[in-house]
């Protein structure tokens, strides 16, 4: 072996400090190039990125193209060892075509890489190229599918490098992985802060219990062993790194270290934990599988590197107090320790396992089963509680009250139960925080466990003792503990009535929380075990089809039977089985704040609109050709809302068959086939409400495939349309233009359809006077005005009960739906009494369950809650606080082109520049993929995709939108 560096022997690295002066003096004396520099951070070597002299045009780094970045190394390091180096990143290169490896930049003299005679002596000075891009540097957030793309581009480099060999690939630096319990063991005597040093041994010591025994049969190889957020690039404009640089602690180590050393780099950032990694783990096993062993030492090689960058870190900041690079790592690399030891190791590794051989996990429930008797004996009858998601015990919002499940189990003791049991490892929602930014602990670890009568304990082998309300018994490598006991408890017996706790835990083994995400709950009962077996009481597993691994077998069953164009929302939909309120829970016991459903006005599963619909079933559901109450009832309340001449009401099911009934009508009553409707709308999509449509969101072909009848005029959105700002004002009278045109032409329209209030583009307000004009000059050649209030009607502008009254006109014919059943299938359609007569002379009506009973009794009990909750003037509140919360942060962001809208029904319009207003579609639908993250159920709509679509139910608080405006905040802060 040549002869290479050795940590050991020369702890202490400071960098090179060369002046700038000097660097460009030897550039231009060795290499032949005049050059300006810019310096860069470097933990050993000192970097610069180098321009051409002259060829620097503006201030900014990514207006121009540097010739490279020249590397000064330290001196410690040998010519053989920067040789390899260099010689790796080609190996690479060679290897694998697709990946972006930097080279050495070649100059009018040849390469630029030699030896230069410094004022710090023999310093070995090369220009790698500069790959453009950006690296993943900072804590922001990483999408998952670039946590997988960074395990996948460390597999890569790890398969290029798999036969790679050199003389200097022995030395011994201090990242190499397995020197980390000798480079710990030599830094931490060092440490000043006696509680940073208690951290790194708790740490490390459980790391090394778990990867020494393994350690001699790990497999080695070369490797880059580098591969992290600061050394992977994503292409301009691109979303996922492709790009590797600096390959400057290759060497030979550990095979595993390569994947450790990119997951510890993830730890980090925004939102990340050691269940998020898995996803780059995953990646690199799909490439490169992992055996067992590496497995097994996995984990804690992250939490070794952990260690090691926080030990090293501290270490190089107090040597060198300029390196301004040591020093901001320094709270990073703390993060990483703590995220990777916020866990016990072999529960990350359990995490690991199931999810890499899922089927093949390691010490799973079944494996470890309960040997002997069960340690108490319960009597029966017994009760299994549910109190998950769909359990009626969490009906009207139970949920939120966390003793709703001692009064379930207090009944069912009444109704005569001897036993109620709470089972381990399901998901329970009773108790389940509303509004978190991850998903909550909400999986118990144990049996919950209430009981009718005392309990004697039986004596059992093994030790037994009570403290503090719990009593532990231990015997072998069984420890079960069931706390909640009275104080003073003896070990003899359980109260009765009293909520008990029993865990079951590996002697010595880590101890799980109550509770425990979901993402870890299987992990933790690989480990521990499952307690129920120690009550005599059945296991209880999941078998409400979705699969252990976490594969959603319903979401299957959805995309086999269902047509793939009735889509759903998001690649991977949370399962979500009931909403209360503003708030959406699902199966998980995760609970979403639901900031998109105006179907929802009145708020989730409201108990007024279940009673009356429970009401209504009990009595009658029928088709609407009977004579019943609640119809008269409800179509007189609706024309109560509107002006005195919108006296006559049409039933039907849907927005879709609202405004398609709605163009019928215009059609029969003035004898006219032609109709103007604005552009970039959706109307439905029947085929008369589909006609009028022209969203190319909803369809990328609408304007080219218009049937003839079907007249279009400009969207008159005042923010990106082709009229702006004050020039809006001329929408209407191009508008008013085209409908003379048409007549003139002999077409004289039927009607004009559009939106009062352009809620399609993310509530835009149509500029003022606009439909004053328009309707106006269809009404002057004998046409209709067609209101369409589907989604901007009933309330939700605030300020407005109807979007027409924002504009103070009066429609001939308004559509409406979706809010007004709170999600049951009602529309209707409003009309004069002449308009609606005329109908007859053309056409046959009648829609079954239009105006069912049911239908009615909700569509009046929504009625009632808007009306007499002051829901309309909650949404004017509430509305304008979270829309001056949103303009806020539009001062902050500048993705931010605009925030629309009035009321609940607002617009968060995100454009990539504020003149061009270049629309930032990719940015928006990742926006909403993060918000999902955080808790939020959140939609883009307009046609270019690029606006938050804020319509939440009508019912909600303005904690709830705080929260919102938060979230948000945080996600243009950190990333998406
Ligand atoms: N009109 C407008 C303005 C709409 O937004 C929609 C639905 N998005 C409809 C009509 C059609 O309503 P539905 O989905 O109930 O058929």
Not at 179 to 207: F, M, N, S, Y
Not at 619 to 632: D, G, K, M, Q, V
Not at 641 to 647: A, F, G, I, R, W
Request: glycine content about 8%; charged content about 20%; hydrophobic content about 45%.
């Amino acid at each position: 072996m040549p002869d290479v560096f050795d940590y050991f022997a020369q702890v202490e690295l400071p960098t090179p400090t060369l002046g700038d002066e000097e660097v460009r003096r030897l550039f231009q004396e060795v290499f032949g190039v005049a050059v300006e520099l810019e310096q860069l951070g470097s933990q050993q070597d000192q970097n610069f990125r180098v321009f051409v002299a002259g060829e620097r045009a503006g201030e900014r780094a990514d207006e121009n193209t540097p010739l490279g970045v020249l590397k000064l190394s330290n001196p410690v390091f040998s010519e053989a060892e920067i040789d390899m180096q260099d010689e790796a990143a080609a190996a690479v290169a060679a290897h694998d075509g697709a990946l972006r490896i930097p080279r050495i930049v070649v100059g009018p003299r040849g390469p630029l890489s030699a030896w230069w005679q410094s004022s710090e002596g023999r310093i070995h000075a090369r220009v790698i190229e500069n790959i453009a891009g950006k690296t993943l540097t900072g804590s922001g957030y990483l999408a998952p599918a670039v946590v997988a793309r960074m395990g996948e581009l460390s597999a890569r480099v790890s398969l290029a490098l798999a036969d790679y060999a050199h003389p200097a690939s022995g030395r011994i630096l201090q990242w190499n992985l397995e020197h980390a319990a000798r480079v710990i063991e030599t830094l931490l005597p060092t440490e000043p802060d006696a509680a940073v040093r208690a951290i790194v041994e708790r740490a490390v010591r459980a790391a090394l219990a778990q990867l020494e025994p393994v350690a001699a049969a790990l497999p080695r190889q070369v490797g880059h062993f580098d591969i992290t957020d600061d050394n992977i690039l994503t292409p301009p404009g691109g979303r996922l790194p492709d790009a590797v640089i600096d390959f400057g602690d290759v060497c030979v180590s550990w095979r595993v270290g390569e994947i450790a050393v990119t997951v510890s780099s993830i730890l980090h950032h925004d939102g990340a934990d050691a269940f998020s990694a898995l996803a780059a783990i995953r990646a690199f096993d799909m490439l490169r599988p992992l055996d067992d062993q590496e497995i097994t030492a996995l984990w804690p090689l992250v939490v070794l590197r952990g260690a090691v960058l926080v030990l090293s870190g501290r270490a190089q900041v107090r040597l060198d107090e300029e390196n301004t690079y040591a020093s901001t790592a320094l709270d990073r690399e703390f993060r990483i320790l703590d995220v990777a030891a916020s866990l016990p190791v072999e529960v990350v590794t359990a995490g690991i396992r199931r999810a890499l051989r899922p089927g093949h996990g390691g010490p799973r429930a079944a494996q470890r089963s309960w040997n002997g008797a069960a340690l108490i004996e319960l009597p029966r009858p017994r009760v299994v509680l549910d109190a998950g998601t769909e359990s009626a015990l969490n009906d009207e919002g139970a949920w939120l009250r966390p003793d709703a499940l001692d009064e379930a189990a207090h009944a069912e003791l009444d109704a005569g139960a001897a036993v109620v049991v709470l089972p381990p490892w399901r998901a329970v929602l009773t108790g389940a925080p509303a509004r978190t930014l991850s998903a909550p602990a909400t999986v118990p670890t144990g049996v919950t466990l209430w009981l009718a009568e005392p309990v004697a304990l039986p004596r059992r082998d093994g030790s037994v003792s009570t403290s503090d309300g719990t009593l532990t018994w231990t015997s072998g490598d069984e420890t079960v503990t069931i706390s909640g006991l009275p104080e003073g408890s003896t070990p003899d017996g359980l109260p009765a009535r009293t909520r008990l706790f029993v865990q079951r835990f590996r002697t010595g083994g880590p101890i799980a929380p109550a509770f425990v995400p979901v993402s870890q709950a299987g992990a933790w009962r690989d480990i521990c075990g499952d307690p129920a077996a120690a009550l005599g009481l059945d296991s209880h597993t999941d078998t409400d089809g979705d699969g252990e691994d976490g594969t959603d077998g319903i979401l299957a069953t959805r995309h086999r039977v269902l047509a793939e164009v009735q889509e759903h929302y998001y690649a991977a939909p949370p399962r979500i089985e009931r909403g209360w309120r503003e708030y959406l829970a699902d199966v998980d016991g995760r609970v979403y704040l639901d900031m998109v459903n105006n179907v929802a006005s009145v708020g989730h599963a409201h108990p007024h609109v279940v009673e009356a619909a429970t009401r209504q079933l009990h009595l009658l559901n029928t088709n609407s050709r009977f004579h019943y109450r609640i119809i008269a009832e409800y179509a007189q309340r609706l024309t109560e809302t509107l002006p005195d001449e919108l006296d006559t009401v049409f039933f039907v099911n849907s927005g879709s068959e609202a405004t398609d009934l709605a163009i019928r009508l215009a059609m029969a009553s003035t004898g006219r086939r032609d109709v103007v409707a604005m552009r970039e709308a959706y109307h439905g999509w029947t085929f008369a409400s589909d006609a009028v449509s022209t969203s190319i969101a909803d369809n990328p072909n609408a304007l080219q495939t218009r049937p003839d009848w079907v007249h279009t005029v400009a969207a008159a959105n005042s923010y990106r349309g082709e009229h702006r700002g004050a020039d809006a004002a001329r929408y209407a009278p191009e508008a008013v233009a085209v409908i003379d045109a048409l007549a003139a032409d002999g077409h004289a329209p039927a009607a004009i359809i559009c939106e009062t209030y352009f809620g399609n583009a993310g509530g835009v307000a149509l500029p003022d006077g606009y439909l004053d004009q328009v309707y106006a000059a269809v009404r002057r050649h004998g046409g209709l005005a067609i209101a369409d209030e589907v989604q901007v009607g009933f309330g939700r502008l605030g300020e407005w009960f109807w979007g027409f009254q924002q504009q103070g006109v009066v429609p001939d014919v308004v559509a409406v739906a979706k809010s007004i059943g709170a999600g049951q299938p009602v529309g209707a359609v409003i009309t004069r009494r002449d308009i609606a007569d005329r109908y007859r002379t053309q056409g046959y009506f009648f829609s079954s369950t239009g105006g069912s009973p049911v239908s009615a009794a909700i569509g009046l009990a929504v009625l009632d809650l808007i009306q007499q909750n002051g829901l309309q003037e909650n949404a004017r509140v509430v509305g304008a606080h979270l829309k001056h919360r949103l303009e806020t942060l539009g001062e902050r962001h500048p993705l931010i082109g605009h925030v629309h809208g009035a009321g609940l029904y607002l617009g968060v319009e995100f454009v990539r520049d504020r003149v061009t207003l270049e629309p930032a579609s990719a940015e928006t639908a990742a926006i909403c993929e993060r918000l999902l993250e955080l808790g939020i159920i959140m939609q883009p709509t307009g046609d270019h995709q690029n606006v938050l679509k804020i319509k939440p139910p009508l019912v909600i608080t303005r904690e709830s939108v705080d929260y919102f405006a938060d979230a948000l905040d945080r996600v243009l802060s950190t990333g998406w």
